[in-house]
């Protein structure tokens, strides 16, 4: 039996709060971005596209440029306006997950030796929290307390109670106030070794694609389809999530504005 000299921790609810209170901040930046961001106002063009504005060369250059956000279906533009929420839903899971997981099977390439490293669940995790902000924010949520809760069940399978999930940050460490600096070095090290704990707890690909993913270079197509696919049972999972919190509202006495959950019919 091997020995780790590496110290043992435990993460608790408001350890993975906290973690996951960043998280959503950043994703939240990054949805705002891809959402609301139109520096050159192409966005906003698209819904004028049909009344024959921006005559000239100039002008024609940016009708060209918002026909190919309008084709992309990009928030914010006319086509996105026309999309149901289920529509709007895939999108982000088969645009934008799609994408990301080109950059969380990259590592495949190398085989069963980037199995050595958690980079891929890294980026898996953090791709599939992306995704899950995003399906919150079609839902209409959009308060971080509750996409903490919704990561945390989905993700790393803990159902934060409301008061965990809404605390602040530095409250989430008070056992460390009165410790060293040499103890609040080891006590993170510990937080860091568990880490990777968490991360394993992410829906992953099925078993078929990870032995696949064993090899070399074909293991980074394995790895893609692999993490597409659990990427979309994520999405799943959090659409089934919300709707489990609306039906508890509903009991309450308040309607919700409820669907089943789409399965991607790719995976």
């Known amino acids: 039996m091997g020995l780790s000299v590496m110290p043992k921790a435990h993460l608790s609810d408001a350890d993975v709060a906290d973690a996951l209170q ?49 084709c992309a279906d990009l928030p914010g533009t006319q086509s996105w306006e026309r999309k149901d ?3 709007r839903i895939q999108w982000w899971v088969r645009r934008v997950g799609a994408i990301d997981t ?27 929290a992306l995704v899950l902000c995003a399906v919150a924010r079609e839902y209409g949520i959009t308060d971080t307390p509750t996409q903490v809760r919704l990561l945390a069940s989905v993700l790393c399978g803990r159902e934060l109670d409301k008061s965990s999930a809404a ?8 056992e460390l106030s009165d410790r060293s600096i040499i103890g609040k070095l080891w006590h993170l090290a510990g937080i860091l070794n568990a ?20 090899l070399p270079w074909i293991g980074a197509v394995a790895d893609y389809l692999g993490e597409y696919g659990a990427l979309v049972r994520a999405a799943d999972a959090g659409e089934t999530w919300i709707l489990a919190q609306d039906n508890e509202v509903d009991e309450a006495g308040s309607a919700p504005d409820a669907r089943e959950a789409v399965t991607d019919p790719m995976v």
């Not at 906003?44 to 060369?57: E, I, K, V």
């Not at 990259?106 to 085989?111: C, L, N, T, Y």
């Not at 880490?195 to 064993?214: D, N």
Request: hydrophobic share 50%; with cysteine; aromatic share 8%.
């Open 102 to 128: 080109v950059l969380v099977a990259f590592p495949g390439v190398f085989g069963v030796l980037a199995k050595r490293l958690p980079i891929q669940d890294v980026f898996g995790f953090a791709n599939q």
């Open 85 to 87: 929420r289920t529509a």
């Open 167 to 174: 605390m602040d940050p530095e409250e989430a460490w008070p």
């Open 22 to 70: 960043r998280a959503v901040s950043v994703a939240g930046v990054i949805l705002d971005v891809l959402a609301e961001a139109d520096p050159l106002g192409l966005r906003r063009r698209t819904h004028d596209l049909g009344s024959g504005a921006g005559a000239g060369c100039l002008g024609g250059a940016f009708n060209l440029a918002a026909r190919v956000l309008d």
């Open 195 to 214: 880490v990777s704990e968490e991360l394993g707890k992410r829906p992953h690909p099925r078993s078929i694609f990870r032995y696949f993913a064993m």
